[in-house]
């Protein structure tokens, strides 16, 4: 989702936004500082914990065992609250009132380490620290105390069910997450955002469809993760009008919207402020992966195709968060990313960081893909720096005040 942008990379750019969200772009070369542990070349100041999360997860959902310093790396970088900060170039220093720890890295990492098994103790100080970021309407923002948002709801909600707790009866002031996402979801008679969810009210209180909130609103509104696989009865999900929606009402009218908004061209739109719109390929693997979970994999297919048909060199350019968001797309649609579109993301990802456990590589594709990698790295730097000089920076992960899209 993520959560949610999904795509640590491209979340980073908007981070400036509101919170995968959602970490500031690639670095145009290796930093020899980086540990080897880390998945990615660039710097991983705004993503590293988001990239790794994601990188963890695609490959487990795939039977790929990670490495255990990919692992260790993750586990490691939690503070001794429980929370987890971007990045951590030195563990060894304790966190203070200064480190940038929010709840959409630590709910990726949550998810990750939890799919994994084995790190209980660090899952469980994670998910304590969350329920003591719930705000008072049952939600989370992306920071402790900031405003809830649908996305950063959503993501921890994912990440309470990883850990082994049920959502609805994590409670403050009487409200659960899921009372805090309904609040957020669109009528149906709201014209072109009908069925959406808002990532946040404006300052007026009004909501505005946001996709990149509906997507991670309905894994949200599920009760569901990252990693999320096909389910549904495979009708066409439609909208349904009320003023006491169940989630898998509200979930279904967060489809019927993703849908809608993909029936046309097959993918979402970006409209970051400052830059041109184009298509927006981490946030159409999200709802692939949302209409799968809400719908069945059917109901995924038309953006699936086009993100086979369009998406890989994105993911080259963009680096493993993006790699893992298409593996994560194409696992909950039924599709074999090891074929997707003629290339292996699979292979890919695992090129861009220690060598996973259960599935080596020779020396001659590694650095192939490597390569492949590293090549795009340096234009989306350039790309990031200038459109966060534009407007300014703040969905690291899931945020960004992203208010309105189609």
């Not at 990693?227 to 989630?247: F, Q, R, V």
């Not at 963009?318 to 968001?325: N, V, W």
Request: proline residues 5%.
């Amino acid at each position: 989702m993520n959560v949610v942008r999904r795509s640590a990379a491209a979340l980073a750019v908007t981070a400036v936004i509101g919170a995968a969200a959602t970490p500031v772009a690639h670095a145009a070369s290796p930093s020899p500082s980086l540990p080897s542990g880390l998945y990615g070349t660039g710097d991983p100041t705004y993503d590293g914990v988001w990239r790794q999360s994601l990188a963890l997860l695609a490959q487990d959902a795939v039977g790929v065992r990670p490495a255990a310093s990919a692992v260790d790396w993750l586990a490691g970088q939690q503070c001794a609250d429980g929370a987890f900060a971007p990045y951590r170039a030195d563990t060894a220093k304790a966190c203070d009132a200064k480190t940038p720890v929010d709840t959409n890295m630590t709910s990726a990492a949550v998810q990750a380490l939890a799919a994994l098994g084995g790190h209980d103790a660090v899952t469980g100080k994670a998910v304590t620290w969350l329920k003591s970021a719930q705000n008072k309407d049952g939600g989370w923002g992306y920071t402790a105390g900031s405003p809830s948002d649908a996305n950063s709801t959503s993501l921890v909600i994912g990440a309470l069910s990883a850990a082994g707790e049920k959502p609805k009866n994590v409670v403050k002031g009487g409200r659960s997450a899921y009372d805090a996402l309904l609040a957020f979801a669109i009528p149906c008679d709201d014209g072109k955002g009908a069925g959406a969810f808002a990532y946040q009210p404006d300052e007026k209180g009004a909501l505005a469809a946001n996709a990149d909130a509906t997507a991670a609103g309905v894994l949200g509104a599920l009760g569901k993760g990252l990693t999320a696989e096909a389910a549904g009865t495979g009708a066409a999900p439609s909208c349904t009008d009320g003023d006491d929606l169940t989630p898998e009402q509200a979930a279904a009218n967060g489809a019927s919207y993703l849908a809608d908004a993909l029936a046309a061209d097959g993918h979402l739109m970006s409209a970051l402020a400052g830059a041109e719109d184009q298509p927006d390929y981490g946030n159409t693997a999200d709802a692939v992966v949302a209409l799968a979970a809400q719908g069945g994999a059917a109901q995924a297919a038309g953006p699936l195709k086009w993100l086979e048909r369009n998406a890989t060199t994105w993911a080259r350019q963009s680096g493993p968060a993006a790699h893992a968001q298409l593996i994560l797309a194409a696992h909950a649609a039924g599709a074999d990313p090891r074929d997707f579109g003629g290339t292996d993301l699979v292979r890919l990802l695992g090129a861009s960081g220690p060598a996973p456990q259960a599935a080596k590589q020779t020396a001659a594709a590694d650095s192939d893909a490597k390569s492949e990698s590293e090549d795009g790295f340096g234009v989306w730097w350039y790309v990031g720096v200038c459109l966060v000089a534009g407007v300014g920076i703040g969905f690291l992960l899931s945020g960004r005040n992203r208010k309105q899209q189609p």
